[in-house]
């Protein structure tokens, strides 16, 4: 079966650097998402890895490893305003993402 | 560019009665789809379309029906309400089959609850 996995929730403080994991299992795979979901709000593009490695946005970085099945999200200089929920998705062979559950993470200051 | 947008935002139903849920998109996106969002499970994909006049179902098809009778909408149906579809709807355009950077672009949702 098609299964995407990470954590519920996790917690960090202002200013620091979080890392949320995701491993995956899809029939084929054409690439890794991650969207941010404030509450009660639609998600959001975060970032697309499709290739082994780290990319960079800003604040924002995406590493993925198709051997180990495993991304994750990293946040550098947290603020108060990266208090969502971060979807990790798979794009299988039929190009339909597969969504993980979400994990809602928690900034204080 | 509004993006894509969602009418109605929130909706509260008796069983057994039956609604439509549009969704329209200014971006002249090709790929449409419908997901609803439980509490603690991913988004789970409805329907969804390849382009005007297709239609093709997702992995919770059952009691929903869709129609793509213009590029820019996409209507999601309830026949017959039940308390298992009280969810937050979400409707999503992409320009292609969703790799690279044709990402999916999320409506606002809709609320809708069952009694």
Not at chain 1, 40 to 68: H, I, M, Q, W
Request: charged share 15%; net charge neutral.
């Amino acid at each position: 079966g098609q299964n995407i996995d990470q954590p519920t929730e996790m917690t960090a403080t202002e200013g620091a650097i979080v890392q949320i994991n995701c491993t995956y299992q899809t029939s084929g795979f054409n690439g890794l998402f991650w969207y941010q979901q404030h509450a009660g709000e639609a998600p959001t593009f975060l970032s697309y890895n499709v290739l082994d490695g780290l990319e960079e946005k800003g604040r924002f970085s995406s590493f993925l490893s198709r051997s180990k099945g495993y991304s994750y999200l990293l946040l550098k200089e947290l603020q108060m305003k990266d208090s969502a929920s971060y979807l990790c998705a798979g794009l299988d062979s039929n190009y339909q993402l597969i969504w993980g559950a979400g994990t809602k993470l928690i900034i204080k200051p | 560019n509004a993006g894509v947008t969602q009418t109605p935002k929130f909706r509260v139903l008796k069983t057994g009665q039956s609604m439509t849920l549009l969704c329209a998109q200014d971006m002249n996106h090709e790929y449409m789809y419908w997901y609803r969002q439980d509490p603690g499970m991913g988004l789970r994909l409805i329907h969804y379309s390849v382009g005007e006049g297709t239609t093709a179902k997702g992995e919770v098809p059952d009691g929903y029906n869709v129609s793509r009778l213009k590029k820019q909408n996409f209507l999601l149906g309830l026949e017959s309400a039940a308390p298992s579809q009280t969810s937050v709807y979400f409707c999503a355009s992409s320009e292609a089959e969703g790799g690279g950077t044709d990402t999916q672009y999320f409506g606002p949702g809709t609320r809708l609850t069952v009694l």
